[in-house]
Structure formats: structure tokens, C-alpha cells
């Protein structure tokens, strides 16, 4: 029942910026473990980041390391991710997804039961 909201995607040049926005209207958000995943055309999705339902602990891909930070307000249930020095390669819908408390911070998209509509993030000049 619980459903997530993504918002924030656009078209964004190469070295550009943008910051993606999760959302559940009416839930305890600080209850979900919450993952982004992307899926380009004729891709697999793949898992992007992870942040524990405290915010304490994150995990990422090593394709967006250093470049991406995944934050949240529980107070506001919300989500964000912050994407930073894009590039086309970055190009994807992309999803947030919701379990509950996992420990493991998992980027696999089989561990989360709980996924929102995805948001078009598209790269170019």
C-alpha cells in the first residue's frame, strides 16, 4: 500500500546538475530502507544508491560514486538524489523503491517490494 512518489528529472547538459526528490504521502518514512535504481532503453535496471531508514548509512554503485549523494528528511518523508557532473551515460528513468529496515543496503532490485513511477533523467547537448 505504500506508494512512492519520484520528481525532479529533466533534460540536464553534459557536467550538469540535478536532484531527484522521493516521496510517500501518509507514511512513517523513517520505517523504509530506500534504493534508486535506473533503467536505460534496452537495459537491465540497475541498482544506483542506497540509504538506510536513518540516514546513517549509504551505499552506491561504483558508476555514480563520487559524483551522486543520497540524502533524506524524514521529517519531511522524503528522499533525494543529488546528481552531480552528469553524463550521458547517466541517461535513464529513473526509480525509487522502499523496504522495510534492510540492513544490507542492497542495490538489487529483487530485495525491494515497494516502487515508485520513475522519473525521466536525460543528458545531452
Known amino acids: 500500500q505504500l506508494q512512492l512518489v519520484e520528481s525532479g528529472g529533466g533534460l540536464v547538459q553534459p557536467g550538469g546538475s540535478l536532484r531527484l526528490s522521493c516521496s510517500a504521502p501518509?507514511?512513517?518514512?523513517?520505517?523504509?530502507?530506500i534504493g534508486w535504481f535506473r533503467q536505460a532503453p534496452g537495459k537491465e535496471r540497475e541498482g544506483v544508491s542506497v540509504?538506510?531508514?536513518?540516514?546513517?548509512?549509504?551505499n552506491y554503485a561504483d558508476s555514480v560514486k563520487g559524483r551522486f549523494t543520497v540524502s533524506r528528511d524524514n521529517k519531511k518523508n522524503t528522499v533525494y538524489l543529488q546528481m552531480n557532473s552528469l553524463n550521458a551515460e547517466d541517461t535513464a528513468v529513473y526509480y525509487c523503491?522502499?523496504?522495510?529496515?534492510?540492513?544490507?543496503?542492497?542495490?538489487?532490485?529483487?530485495?525491494?517490494?515497494?516502487w515508485g513511477q520513475g522519473t525521466q533523467v536525460t543528458v545531452s547537448s
Open positions: 540509504i538506510s531508514s536513518d540516514g546513517g548509512r549509504t
Open positions: 523503491a522502499a523496504d522495510r529496515r534492510m540492513g544490507w543496503l542492497s542495490l538489487d532490485d529483487d530485495d525491494y517490494h515497494y
Open positions: 501518509g507514511f512513517t518514512f523513517g520505517y523504509y530502507t
